[in-house]
């Protein structure tokens, strides 16, 4: 079945770096996904990796894929306080031609 | 303009009335899906619409019902509201020939209060 878990709640200081980890369980994604949502608004595509690739690097934003562990991790550097946000991330699921979603992750950056 | 766009964004309603939230798209992608978002429990999918003629239900489709009217607009009704459909709903729309393989556009949501 497709089960994507991430942990709920990350608070980090401005300037510092703050990691965001996620397990998923369809071994067959093709793609995955870390999607930022600001308060009141609706989710938007950060990044993405395809699933041959072990890492992508894409400014402040590094993502890790393990595939052996199934576990997925988005480090952001130099975290600002516009990165404070929910971020989820996503797997592709093939058959389904959809995406299954973790349950969030809030990050609060303190100034 | 906003690509995908929801209506109304704000709604409170009673429960057991009849309630439709609307959604319209630019994008011209056929894929369109509507999840809802509960706190703690991420997004669930609730109906997805690969084409006019083609309707799914997600993994939480009872009590809602989807309308497909035209590639750019996919409605959902709740048809007798209760409480616990209270939630941030959010309408998104997915291109089957993306480079990057079923990326979702998503708006900006409706907040619903089913009081």
């Known amino acids: 079945g497709e089960d994507v878990e991430q942990s709920l709640f990350l608070s980090v200081r401005e300037g510092d770096s703050s990691v965001i980890n996620c397990t998923y369980t369809?071994?067959?994604?093709?793609?995955l996904y870390w999607y930022k949502q600001e308060p009141g608004a609706g989710l938007q595509l950060l990044t993405y990796i395809f699933s041959n690739m072990d890492m992508k690097q894409d400014q402040r934003l590094t993502v890790l894929l393990n595939k052996k562990d199934k576990h997925l991790s988005l480090r952001i550097a130099d975290t600002q306080t516009g990165d404070s946000a929910i971020y989820f991330c996503a797997e592709s699921i093939r058959g389904n031609n959809r995406l299954a979603f973790g349950k969030g992750n809030q990050v609060v950056v303190i100034p | 303009d906003a690509d995908v766009t929801q209506t109304p964004r704000n709604r409170i309603t009673k429960t057991g009335k009849r309630i439709m939230l609307e959604c319209s798209q630019t994008?011209?992608?056929?894929?369109m899906y509507w999840y809802r978002q509960d706190p703690g429990l991420g997004l669930r999918l609730i109906y997805y619409s690969f084409d006019v003629k083609d309707i799914n239900k997600g993994e939480i489709s009872d009590g809602y019902s989807v309308s497909r009217q035209a590639q750019a607009k996919f409605s959902l009704s709740l048809e007798s509201a209760i409480p616990n459909q209270t939630a941030l709903y959010f309408c998104?729309?997915?291109?089957?020939?993306?480079?990057?393989?079923?990326?979702?556009?998503f708006g900006q949501g409706t907040r619903l209060t089913v009081v």
């Open positions: 369809d071994s067959s994604s093709t793609y």
């Open positions: 994008k011209g992608h056929d894929r």
């Open positions: 998104a729309t997915s291109d089957l020939y993306s480079p990057v393989n079923t990326e979702a556009f």
